[in-house]
């Protein structure tokens, strides 16, 4: 059974505030993706990663970067947080060319 | 690149009802299509997806058709159910797998008692 861990549900942050999600997977998959959820506004892609150390911009990348040194963990980075940056942040990880994407419970980050 | 847009935003049914959610997509290169469901609270979860050069598939109480001529496809639950409730998701990649999605913008199904 494929698990997506994110390192925390909610998380309250200040303005200006460096801001670190962590995203870890077991299935040792190639893929790693990060989503913002909006209402209204669907699954919005961020940043995704095809293999250690590569990444690729999403269709929302300002404001945030990534990191991924090892190929189980794939890190979000808000280098300055900012109030339009709260939001459900959905990590997900795909093994190569497959159908299914398997996403992490999500981490609820309010920047106040 | 790709843009989908999905309808309605909300949806309310009468269990035992019929539920219809409808996407388009901008790129005729599109040629795999997920559906996902979301529970309250939960992740999201694929329930069901159709490639090109299919026009239709089936799961139980589920089905996804493909009009590629139109660029649209839809999802259809029949009999729904209290636990049919959620938001669904449609998206499309022209990748032929799911390796790079983009998402409709949700359709939250309410399936009334």
């Known amino acids: 059974d494929v698990k997506v861990t994110q390192s925390s549900r909610y998380l309250v942050k200040r303005t200006g505030e460096k801001v670190f999600l962590e995203c870890v997977q077991d299935?040792?998959?190639?893929?790693m993706f990060w989503y913002r959820q909006d209402p209204g506004l669907g699954l919005r892609l961020i940043y995704f990663s095809y293999d250690v150390k590569m990444k690729e911009k999403g269709d929302i990348p300002e404001g945030y970067s990534v990191s991924r040194e090892k190929k189980e963990r794939f890190s979000l980075i808000l280098e300055s947080a900012s109030t339009n940056q709260t939001s459900m942040y959905l990590c997900?990880?795909?093994?190569?060319?497959?159908?299914?994407?398997?996403f992490g419970p999500g981490t609820r980050l309010t920047v106040t | 690149g790709e843009n989908v847009e999905q309808h309605p935003s909300t949806l309310s049914v009468q269990e035992g009802d019929s539920a219809v959610i409808k996407c388009t997509y901008s790129d005729s290169a599109s040629n795999y299509f997920p559906w996902y469901k979301q529970e309250l609270g939960k992740r999201p979860q694929l329930i069901i997806d159709i490639r090109s050069n299919v026009g239709e598939k089936k799961d139980q109480r589920i089905a996804v058709t493909l009009n590629k001529t139109a660029k649209h496809f839809s999802l259809h639950i029949t009999e729904t159910q209290p636990e049919d409730s959620a938001v669904y998701f449609c998206?499309?990649?022209?990748?032929?797998?799911?390796?790079?999605?983009?998402f409709g913008t949700g359709t939250r199904l309410q399936v009334t008692l």
């Open positions: 997900a990880s795909l093994a190569g060319h497959s159908y299914e994407q398997y």
């Open positions: 998206a499309a990649s022209s990748t032929g797998t799911a390796s790079k999605l983009t």
């Open positions: 299935m040792d998959h190639e893929n």
